[in-house]
């Protein structure tokens, strides 16, 4: 391969610079040409293009975001879209992408993969951490840093007036922000798609405890539960049965997407971002490089994008025992 095309695509993460920062200068360090791609599949339609170089990467190790900036590209997903992007690809003499988003993101590499024979390589970066293949999505850690230290805000005025709230954090599908999260930062209950607590039994829980001495509460709720209420309406429901609580709710909402990445995420980018440009420049193609085992590893891309990552049902017992 002689030139590489970097992408972020979907939404955004911190970490994703870090790994922008990696891949450009992997390719410089083995003498390759590096192009961003802006906008992601969408700026690829558009020839929206930047050569880049070990210097065009210098002071954004530290920043959250995507310098690339991240789209979802509608037209990416037509035939005639892809047919433009690799048009456009071809006029530049990019031979290989590197693809820096989730599940959705990768999708769109596969196809294009086996349309045109297109060299790809998927870094998986999303807060959710909903990928197979890896312990570790970028952002992820971050993302539970910036909920842990909401949660501990939250904390002081929920016991400072007797309260119960209701947090409300991202995981459109996945529990994995909810669960950590929830745990480090001391929740009563934690509510997330991939285990059904059920309305009963919360009720129960937080009966439970105030019988037990608890003046102040937190449940942590991923926004994908399945309990078949919004977090409001959970409220208004705990509240008409037990009106004993003061309720107040919180949603953490897209701060929880920002922010300067933590040492771990920086240090993941890094090494993703290696991982990368050198399969791609043994030949490899349709991977996406992961953490397992603190292992960088290749997973099939279409592995990566059909598998599930699975939640590990272990924390559930010890959020469990720890809220006695
Ligand atoms: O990045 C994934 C995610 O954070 C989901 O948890 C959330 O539902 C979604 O992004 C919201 O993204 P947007 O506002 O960009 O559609």
Do not use: W
């Amino acid at each position: 391969i002689k030139k590489v095309g970097v992408l972020t695509s979907g939404g955004d993460s911190p970490g994703m610079n870090a790994a922008i920062r990696s891949v450009v200068r992997t390719c410089a360090y083995h003498n390759i040409e590096c192009v961003g791609i802006y906008r992601g599949y969408q700026g690829m339609i558009e020839g929206d293009f930047i050569e880049m170089g070990a210097r065009s990467v210098h002071n954004i190790i530290n920043k959250g975001g995507t310098i690339l900036k991240s789209a979802r590209s509608k037209e990416f997903r037509t035939p005639e879209g892809r047919k433009k992007a690799f048009d456009e690809l071809t006029k530049v003499g990019v031979d290989a992408l590197v693809i820096i988003g989730g599940d959705g993101s990768f999708t769109g590499a596969e196809i294009f993969n086996q349309e045109y024979g297109f060299p790809v390589m998927g870094i998986p970066g999303t807060i959710d951490n909903d990928i197979y293949g890896t312990s570790h999505t970028l952002g992820y850690d971050t993302a539970l840093n910036t909920v842990v230290e909401c949660i501990d805000k939250i904390r002081d005025t929920a016991s400072s007036h007797n309260r119960l709230f209701f947090v409300e954090v991202m995981g459109r599908d996945a529990g994995h922000i909810a669960l950590n999260a929830g745990i480090g930062g001391g929740a009563e209950e934690i509510l997330i798609p991939e285990a059904e607590l059920g309305l009963e039994r919360l009720l129960e829980s937080l009966q439970k405890s105030k019988a037990t001495g608890k003046s102040s509460s937190i449940v942590v709720i991923a926004e994908g539960d399945k309990i078949g209420k919004n977090v409001f309406e959970l409220k208004d429901f705990v509240e008409a049965n037990l009106p004993e609580y003061d309720i107040r709710v919180s949603v953490l909402g897209h701060m929880q997407r920002g922010g300067a990445p933590s040492c771990y995420d920086r240090v993941l980018a890094s090494r993703l971002g290696v991982k990368a440009v050198e399969s791609l420049i043994e030949g490899k193609s349709n991977f996406m490089v992961g953490m397992l085992n603190d292992e960088v590893t290749l997973t099939p891309l279409l592995q990566a994008i059909k598998g599930e990552s699975v939640i590990d049902r272990e924390l559930l017992r010890v959020s469990e025992i720890m809220s006695i």
